[in-house]
């Protein structure tokens, strides 16, 4: 099974549809950790801020996606998107694995672990800080995609995240290149 990661997507629509060509397409699944359309009042608005066209792409888009509701996320993104978007979490049980997906824009380290461990999660997915990481503590990975299009990573390259066979990586979105990988047990 092959799980596409995305997080903090704000709008952009030709990145969205750069990352979904190149590497979601071939998905059985997308798993987006809110952040879908408003820009937010934090960042600047970037130039290919079309956040009614993405909604237009998602809701066509060929691949089933299961979304947690983000800060920017509002209750009228409901209305121009089919998918729901309003649940602060997602549980997912794919293969085995428990997979929880949650912005995270509301948790400390502590309470992200204390949740990942209430939940039995084997991954535990959040965003927010358009930053990726990836750790393994306690036999739980912890991931954050980071930002494809409003990263906040020094070098300023955008990345996403996928689950693969039995491995989840961290990718940078304009090379392909793995930054980080952790084997899932």
């Known amino acids: 099974m092959k799980i596409g990661i995305i997080s903090d997507t704000h709008g952009c629509l030709e990145t969205w549809e750069q990352v979904f060509h190149a590497y979601f397409q071939d998905s059985d699944l997308i798993i987006h950790a809110g952040d879908v359309l408003y820009h937010g009042p934090r960042n600047a ?12 792409v998602l809701n066509n888009c060929p691949v089933p996606i299961v979304t947690a509701c983000g800060n920017c996320d509002a209750e009228v993104d409901s209305m121009v998107l089919t998918l729901p978007i309003q649940s602060p979490y997602s549980y ?18 502590d309470a992200k672990r204390e949740l990942a461990e209430r939940l039995k999660a084997n991954i535990f997915i959040t965003g927010h800080t358009h930053i990726a990481t990836l750790e393994k503590l306690d036999g739980i990975i912890y991931l954050n995609p980071g930002s494809p299009g409003m990263t906040k990573r020094p070098d300023g390259h955008g990345t996403i995240a996928w689950i693969n066979d039995n491995k989840v990586e961290i990718l940078e979105i304009a090379t392909g290149q793995p930054l980080i990988s952790e084997i899932l047990a």
């Open 45 to 56: 608005i970037p130039a290919e801020y079309n956040p009614k066209q993405l909604a237009e």
């Open 92 to 109: 997912l049980l794919l293969n085995g694995l428990r997979i929880v997906v949650t912005h995270g824009h509301n948790l400390t380290d």
